[in-house]
């Protein structure tokens, strides 16, 4: 799936929630229109062959004047076809059948829910105003609409907890959404939460301890099929826009390499040689070696016998009673 993404900053949003500054992460404040539509000519020019869809993001597009809804809409309309749809994103509580079946009518086959969480202490002290009971009504009408249900989720939100996060786990499994990202907290310049945590009143999660939850997330997700298509906010942000949180450039492939690391850690054995995907040479000695020098730290090694495959799919480990190829 080919994804183009058109952001409208807080266009329709009734709020501002504490962590939120939408003009930094689009680095927009307007829209052009015009300018929307010849990248969506050419978008669908070179995808023609694709599976894709053009995506509004950065605001609550359900709730916006329907007159407004349909001036992105109706430029969109040209370019629909059997491989060309619409993605939005919005908020729960601004969902109902009413909305859904004209979005439908105007080509939308994919909506992407800023949950966050479900978990009704984080809500409320991220000032959301809904609670889990509203989001889990948004995802269940979505489903019932038969549009693809994406969900976006939060962890570090005020009042995170371990409970918060079982908890926002377990509906997300009920629910049972078509994918999810995952966009870890972070403190953003302007924000509201950044009060909080000037004054000491919020502490944000550190690293290691995002990636740990995260893999939790990943683990128990991927038992049900619940695809997890981002983690992490997108890379050419402005750092200084950033006052503090578990940023990293690579969030992703930091949380893949752990993966990787505690499964090597655990099947390791001195006699057999490590078989890795050519795809995943990259992850061993991107970050300076770091997960090679990991690795050798933690099963006090001087080198690593490898050998690596073309045809072992990506994330994929194995030891193997062979001759390496090379040494790490």
């Excluded at 859904?100 to 202490?121: A, M, P, R, V």
């Excluded at 999810?180 to 502490?203: A, G, M, Q, S, W």
Aim: proline share 5%; with cysteine.
């Amino acid at each position: 799936m080919k994804i183009l993404p058109v952001f409208i900053p807080h266009q329709g949003c009734p709020f501002t929630c504490v962590y939120c500054n939408q003009y930094l992460i689009t680095k927009k404040k307007e829209v052009d229109l015009q300018k929307i539509s010849q990248q969506i000519e050419a978008f669908c020019f070179h995808n023609k062959n694709f599976e894709k869809e053009i995506a509004f993001f950065g605001g609550t597009f359900t709730n916006l004047k329907i007159s407004e809804q349909l001036k992105f809409l109706e430029i969109v309309k040209p370019f629909l076809d059997e491989k060309t749809g619409i993605r939005i994103s919005t908020r729960p509580d601004f969902i109902n059948d009413k909305k859904l079946i004209f979005l439908q009518k105007h080509g939308l086959t994919t909506l992407e829910l800023g949950i966050q969480s479900f978990y009704d202490n984080v809500l409320f002290s991220s000032k959301r105003n809904y609670d889990s009971v509203i989001a889990i009504n948004a995802c269940n009408l979505i489903k019932k609409s038969k549009i693809t249900l994406g969900i976006q989720l939060m962890p570090g939100l005020p009042d995170f907890s371990g409970k918060s996060l079982i908890e926002t786990i377990k509906t997300t499994i009920m629910v049972k959404p078509e994918f999810v990202r995952i966009y870890p907290t972070l403190v953003l310049k302007d924000t509201y939460l950044e009060k909080l945590f000037r004054h000491n009143k919020y502490k944000p999660l550190e690293l290691d301890n995002t990636i740990d939850i995260i893999i939790q997330m990943l683990k128990e997700f991927e038992k049900y099929n619940i695809k997890v298509i981002k983690i992490g906010l997108h890379s050419d942000i402005d750092k200084e826009s950033i006052i503090a949180g578990p940023y990293h450039p690579s969030l992703g492939e930091l949380v893949k390499a752990k993966i990787i690391f505690r499964e090597i850690t655990k099947k390791y054995s001195e006699s057999k040689t490590l078989v890795i995907s050519k795809y995943d040479v990259s992850l061993f000695k991107g970050f300076r070696g770091k997960l090679i020098k990991d690795l050798k730290s933690s099963l006090e090694i001087d080198r690593i016998p490898v050998v690596i495959e073309k045809n072992v799919p990506k994330n994929k480990i194995s030891f193997k009673s062979i001759k390496p190829a090379q040494y790490w």
